[in-house]
C-alpha cells in the first residue's frame, strides 16, 4: 500500500534517494497483480481479462505460467525478440518498499492492440503503458466504469485523470496530482495510507476512513495491487459502480495479508480465503 514505483529507463538502476537494500528482482507484466487478485476475488474463471505484452525470454515463459492457474482471459501480445519487463524491489531501512520498474514491453502495446478487447463493462489501468495509448483507451471505453491507477506516474497524464470515474492512488501519487481534494472533485478517490488504511473521498470531501487490520510485516511487495483488485473485485460482486467502506475494508484485509506473507502473487488471498471474507 505504500510501494514507491521508479522507471528505470536503461541498465542504471541505482536509487537516487534514501538507504535501500536489496531484496529480488521479479518478472513483471503490466497488471498481472492486481488482476490476479480481482479473479480471485470474483471466484469464477474467466470474468476478468488481462491484455499485456512480454517477450519471448525466459521470463516471459514464467509469466505466463504463473498465469495460467488463474482463471484469467489472457490476450498477451508477445515480442519474440523482447526482453519481459522486470520489477527490481528494494526495502528501504524502514521496511517500505521502492520498486523500480523497466517498460520496454508495456511500452510497446500500441492502441491498436488493446482496442479490440475491451468487452466488459469495466477497465482497470495503470501508468505503464505510453500515455498517448493511456488516454485512447479510456477514451474509447466510454460507457464503462473506468477505474485508473496513476502507478507510475510517469505515464499519467491530466487528460487520463479527466476521464477515470474511480481512481486508486497512494499518498505519494495524491499528492503529486494535486491533492485528494482537487482529485475527487472529478471522480471517486480511494486513497491509500498504508498500515492506517484507506480513505473514500467523493466530490472533493472525505467521506469515509477505513482501518487496517493490524498484522506484523513480512513483505509489502504487491500489497498495492492486492489492494487495487480486491477492492474492485468486492465492488463487482455488489454490481455497484462506485466504491463503499465494506468494499475499501475488504480491500484493506487482503492488502494486510498480502503484507502479512512473503512473496507477491503468492501472498494474495486464495479464492477460498476471498469467499470466506465475502461470507
Not at 470474483?42 to 481479462?49: C, D, I, K, N, T
Not at 495509448?133 to 497524464?157: C, F, K, W, Y
Amino acid at each position: 500500500l505504500g510501494d514507491r514505483e521508479r522507471v528505470a529507463p536503461g541498465p542504471d538502476r541505482r536509487a537516487d534517494d534514501g538507504v535501500l537494500l536489496p531484496a529480488r528482482a521479479d518478472p513483471d507484466l503490466v497488471g498481472r497483480r492486481p488482476g490476479v487478485a480481482l479473479a480471485r476475488a470474483l471466484g469464477e474463471p474467466g470474468l476478468v481479462g488481462l491484455v499485456a505484452a512480454l517477450g519471448g525470454d525466459l521470463r516471459g515463459h514464467a509469466l505466463r505460467a504463473a498465469l495460467a492457474s488463474e482463471g484469467l482471459a489472457l490476450h498477451l501480445v508477445e515480442y519474440g525478440d523482447g526482453i519481459s519487463d522486470l520489477s527490481i524491489i528494494l526495502r528501504e531501512e524502514s521496511g517500505e518498499n521502492a520498486v523500480i520498474t523497466t517498460q520496454d514491453c508495456a511500452q510497446s502495446l500500441t492502441t491498436r492492440e488493446v482496442l479490440p478487447h475491451l468487452r466488459s463493462d469495466l477497465l482497470v489501468m495503470q501508468g505503464n503503458l505510453r500515455p498517448d495509448v493511456t488516454e485512447a483507451v479510456l477514451h474509447a471505453a466510454q460507457g464503462m466504469v473506468r477505474v485508473l491507477n496513476p502507478s507510475p506516474l510517469d505515464g499519467i497524464t491530466a487528460q487520463a485523470l479527466a476521464m477515470a470515474e474511480i481512481i486508486v492512488a497512494n499518498e505519494v501519487e495524491t499528492r503529486a496530482l494535486g491533492g485528494a481534494e482537487a482529485l475527487s472533485r472529478r471522480a471517486a478517490l480511494v486513497r491509500t495510507r498504508g498500515p492506517d488504511g484507506a480513505e473514500l473521498w467523493l466530490e472533493g470531501a472525505l467521506c469515509q476512513q477505513v482501518p487496517a487490520p493490524r498484522v506484523t510485516p513480512a513483505d509489502p511487495t504487491g500489497a498495492g495491487d492486492c489492494f487495487l483488485g480486491a477492492l474492485i473485485g468486492a465492488m463487482m460482486r455488489r454490481g455497484a459502480t462506485r466504491p463503499d467502506a465494506g468494499d475499501i475494508r475488504i480491500a484493506c484485509w487482503a492488502g494486510a495479508m498480502a503484507v502479512a506473507r512473503w512473496g507477491t502473487q503468492t501472498a494474495f488471498p486464495s479464492r477460498a480465503e476471498f469467499a470466506r471474507a465475502f461470507e
